[in-house]
């Protein structure tokens, strides 16, 4: 069965810093792998997808097979990218739904 | 404007009762899905759904039943509620990968 590990629950790091949120993934087929942002009581937004290979709001992330992670970065980090971040897997076909995995939540310190 | 959408917002309810959420989405998408979010914001897919098939979670108990009108929505039955069922409960659509995500209905059991 498919598998999405985010290790770190909760990230604290400083206004400036760069930000790196951990992604691994378990899957035997070839996955499409996404991250979404949950900001305070919001609605999760689709933030960034391996597809596109896009930055947005300055975030990046690349699949590596390899590995089979999909890390999400940013060189620097802004107060108001604070919220829940989701590391999401789709298995491809169909009507499957998102495999996602716990989370992280993200705090930008002034 | 074009989104998802969920009524109500809050649903407050006793033990044993049965209640429904809504879901609408206008942007065309031809797949919808139902997510829970529990209380430690651990988000898990209930069913997807789309006008050739239903594929449910097996975790999910059968108190819970999707209902499509048509295309656009996809309600969320739930007969017999238990505290357990406390959560946050996501509407999503999707045409192809990415998927849209409405704002969301917190359910609390008493």
């Known amino acids: 069965a498919q598998r999405v590990t985010q290790p770190e629950k909760l990230l604290s790091v400083f206004k400036g810093a760069p930000v790196e949120l951990k992604c691994n993934y378990s899957y035997s087929g070839s996955p499409e792998l996404f991250w979404y942002v949950q900001y305070s009581r919001q609605r999760l937004q689709l933030l960034l997808r391996h597809i596109s290979r896009e930055s947005i709001k300055g975030f990046t992330a690349d699949l590596n097979k390899g590995e089979t992670s999909f890390h999400l970065k940013k060189p620097f980090a802004q107060e108001e990218d604070s919220a829940m971040y989701y590391c999401a897997l789709r298995m491809g076909g169909g009507a499957d739904g998102l495999t996602f995995g716990k989370g992280t939540h993200l705090i930008i310190q002034p | 404007d074009t989104a998802v959408s969920q009524t109500p917002k809050y649903l407050v309810t006793q033990m044993g009762n049965d209640k429904s959420i809504k879901c609408e989405q206008n942007?065309?998408?031809?797949?919808m899905y139902w997510y829970k979010q529990d209380s430690k914001k651990f988000l898990k897919i209930m069913f997807s759904?789309?006008?050739?098939?239903?594929?449910i979670n097996e975790t999910v108990p059968n108190r819970f039943s999707p209902k499509s009108p048509d295309k656009a929505h996809l309600n969320l039955h739930i007969n017999s509620l238990e505290l357990g069922d406390s959560a946050v409960y996501f509407c999503a659509s999707s045409q192809g990968a990415a998927q849209y995500f409405g704002p969301g209905t917190r359910l609390t059991v008493t």
């Open positions: 759904y789309n006008n050739k098939e239903l594929i």
């Open positions: 942007l065309g998408h031809d797949t």
